[in-house]
Nanobody
């Protein structure tokens, strides 16, 4: 099994910064992509940012220039540096890993979610 542990959410004022962390563990053979999604009540979960082992990264248009994703496929960690936060960034943020498991082949794993609240 593959497990993800997230940390770093919380309450911050608009214009502030937060850093989310996620660590993967378990029977991982190879990580394909690591990233962050977010969801607000009544809306679909959306991609915030991710990166692949090929080195490519992608960001939602709404966070470009403000958020930075980083990580290490060997250490199996991914971070999301969130700057210039806006109230509309308020959401539950989920770590996401797509990988090849040693036991079950391709798997997509989600973290438990961490709440980010940005006050105006």
């Amino acid at each position: 099994q593959v497990h993800l542990v997230e940390s770093g959410g919380g309450l911050v004022q608009a214009g502030g910064s937060l850093r989310l962390s996620c660590a993967a563990s378990g029977s991982i053979f190879r990580i394909n992509t690591m990233g962050w999604y977010r969801q607000v009540p009544g809306k679909q979960r959306e991609l915030v940012a991710d990166f692949s082992t090929s080195g490519s990264t992608s960001y939602a248009d709404s966070v470009k220039g403000r958020f930075i994703i980083s990580g290490d496929n060997v250490q199996k960690t991914v971070y999301l540096e969130m700057n210039s936060l806006k109230p509309e960034d308020t959401a539950v943020y989920y770590c996401n890993v797509k990988c090849i498991s040693l036991t079950t082949g391709y798997v997509e794993v989600w973290g438990q979610g961490t709440l980010v609240t940005v006050s105006s």
